[in-house]
């Protein structure tokens, strides 16, 4: 009888371990049931994620390299006003993804956000098309080119108003899917399981291929409708492919993993460490940090609740676990104030934090370095040979089409071939660390800033050689060919796989579980200081070289053939290499933390 009992209690214990495999754990699917591994999430799934961040990047991509032209040629903004307003953009774009982030991460949740900011940046691309079709919405048009005679009419204040609600429209939308799409995405794997580990970096990797396939529509077909059939069919086509990709998305609902949102803010517990460490400043660190306050870990806690074990580094924010004598009370009270006294966990999740600073500050300064691809490249490529057929002839905003066309083979080439050939060496599921894909990027940032330089300096002897400085881009093109220009954009591209792939790896894969979405818009924060840093160094730059040009400024002025572009990236190169070991010197005394640990009491030492 005995034995029987036991037997039965075997087969129990059996069949629960059998299905809480099964189980994904702190995932939930849309009715708010626990999300099963065989049937929801997974690799398929993932796709229409990648689909619909593909579509966003067809809608927007073109318009990030071409906003230029539209500012100028449409808008009649003059060339250095147009450049900020384009790198301004792109930083509000980017910056807003942290506000959303931290709504998806304690409030909407990650998959409302994607549907609710698709129908927003609809609406902004939308606004954007009635005022590219409607007359009396934009200023009349005028012989841009000729300087001396032109007297081009700017904008009204309706007319600036109505392109601001729409402009902005568009970055908030863009900023929610960029904040949301790739955290859900990942939310389809679960890190504790090996295989899904691997496909979870196959996806970030996926998601790098979906930009550029995204990419190549945008900067072929989009910026050709762009320049040949009217801006009104560019925002046009560009509004049809948010909404086609938000409904893409949509349909994935029954089968996502989703992120239930939680009722606590992940960043103001980071908050609460800070000034519970400040307010114990006094209080004497003690020898065990077994020793410090955590709550007491079970089966079924364990499931919701994170825990993390103690690491010796900066040990002035253990501080605010230490449990002084007012802190104890008996166990049937409330909790501490957790604004005087925190988890370990929590503490250590800002630890987490504080070391990643470091390396988001390293990321910042390659978005300055993409900011000027998106500019002044551009209107480099205006100047030249666009001919590359007898009867056609590439637009200067297509030409990265060169190096993402590349990218598309490349990239599914370095996950397949690459990746599991490193990981027989390395033993890592990547093949490289994060940090090591992240360097490799940032060098060639740098690199491709001096290929820039040299191109200008090729470009601008060709003008001057031809007695062209002064000659109109639109009747006069340069003796040189515009395919000079795609080498920079070529060593950039393959920095940009290298760089923001492994950035984005490495802030969803370090950072705590209520702060996913968060520290993944660490990514796109770096990329906006480096849009606003972008505007604000080209002032610069022009003030400082005022009085020592003729031109006014390095980049002063609408005529890039009189200005010093090439001594511009020229710093730029010189920048990123200072900034490249910089990093290096960060990079080694991180200490990743650990992914899945065993933790007993939360006291663990590393």
Known sequence: MENRVVDGNVERMQREER???????GKVDWKGRKALKHKHGGMKVSLLVLAAFGMENLATLSLAVNFVSYFTGIMHYELADAANMVTNYMGVNYMLSIVVAVLADTWIGRYKSVVISGIVESLGLALLTIQARVGSLTPPICDLYNVRDAHCEKLSGKQEAFLFIGLYLLAFGSAGLKASLPSHGADQFDERDPKEAMQMSSFFNGLFLALCVGGAVSLTFNVYIQDNNGWIWGFGISTVAIVLGTIIFASGLPLYRIHAAH????????????????????????????????????????????YQPHRDIFRFLDKAAIKSRSDEQPENQETPNPWKLCRVTQVENAKIILSMLPIFCCSIIMTLCLAQL????????STMNTRIAKHFNIPPASIPIIPV????????FYDRICVPFLRKFTGIPTGITHL?????????????MAVAAIIEVKRKGVARDNNMLNALPVLQPLPISIFWISFQYFVFGIADMF?????????????????????????????????????????????ATKNITASGGWLQGNNINRNHLNLFYLLLSILSLINFFVYLFVSKRYKYRPQHPAVTGGNSEE
Not at 374 to 381: C, D, K, L, P, W
Not at 405 to 412: R, T
Not at 513 to 533: E, N, R
Request: net charge negative; proline share 4%.
């Open 374 to 381: 998106q500019t002044f490249s551009i209107q480099q490529g």
């Open 19 to 25: 299905a809480d495999e099964l189980v994904v754990h």
């Open 436 to 448: 090591q894909r992240i360097g490799v990027g940032l060098i060639l940032s740098s690199i491709s």
């Open 263 to 306: 009722t606590t803010n992940g960043i103001l517990e980071i908050i609460q460490v800070y000034v519970a460490a400040i307010r114990n400043r006094n209080l004497p660190l003690p020898a065990n940090p077994i020793q410090l306050y955590e709550i007491q870990q079970d089966k079924e806690a364990a499931v919701e609740i994170e």
């Open 405 to 412: 066309a590349f990218l598309i083979v490349f990239v599914p």
């Open 499 to 543: 760089t923001y792939v492994g950035l984005l790896e490495f802030f969803y894969s370090e950072a705590p579980k209520s702060l996913k979405s968060t520290a993944t818009c660490f990514l796109w924060c770096a990329m906006a200081l480096g849009y606003f840093l972008s505007s604000i160094m080209v002032k610069i730059v022009n003030s």
